[in-house]
């Protein structure tokens, strides 16, 4: 495990890459504990209904409710809700996994950048590289320019080996050259 953990860690959007096995958020659980960053994730709010919120709210899970607050109000968009999570909040990290999916896909979602950026923290790009047994956060991007940033993001992650190679893709729309 990397022991440099960069001070943003502590509130941040943390970005879980690359996501091909579903061990991958038990061993970033665990990792992330050990470098003392309040890891969480966001799941819909119907998660939370017995018996299922027994387990999702001790891992940290955080309930996601879209809905209008009050009648005719409009619908929050995902980018809004999480958004507002870190509002009233010192410390948070909140784990997204960008390539939506365990499965290869050659399109990155963005949502996770343009929270970031709406929420005025950082983005922190969290790994696990099962190739070198190391787990850790590496670069801290501040949200500028999404091509620029996305782009950093894809080189960072070329680096790093997922449990599945075969699984993971960087996004071509960001970079010129891929490894796997």
């Not at 991958?24 to 050990?34: G, L, N, P, R, Y």
């Not at 993001?153 to 891929?178: A, G, V």
Request: with cysteine.
């Amino acid at each position: 495990m990397d022991s440099n953990v960069p001070a943003e860690a502590q509130k941040c959007v943390m970005i879980a890459s690359p996501h091909t096995s579903n061990w991958d958020i038990v061993f970033a659980s665990a990792a992330f504990t050990e470098m003392k960053i309040p890891l969480k994730f966001t799941i819909k709010k119907e998660w939370f209904r017995f018996p299922f919120n027994l387990l999702i709210g001790p891992m940290g899970g955080i309930p996601i409710d879209r809905s209008p607050k009050v009648p005719g109000e409009k619908r929050l968009s995902m980018v809004d809700a999480m958004a507002n999570i870190f509002k009233d909040r010192d410390s948070i990290a909140v784990m997204v996994t960008p390539e939506g999916t365990r499965k290869r896909t050659e399109q990155w979602k963005t949502g996770f950048w343009y929270t970031a950026k709406q929420a005025g923290v950082p983005i922190c790009l969290g790994y696990l590289d099962y190739k070198k047994k190391k787990a850790g956060v590496g670069k801290v991007i501040w949200p500028t320019d999404l091509e620029k940033d996305m782009a950093t993001m894809m080189e960072f992650y070329d680096q790093i080996t997922p449990c599945y190679p075969d699984k993971f893709s960087l996004d071509p729309k960001y970079t010129k050259h891929r490894k796997l």
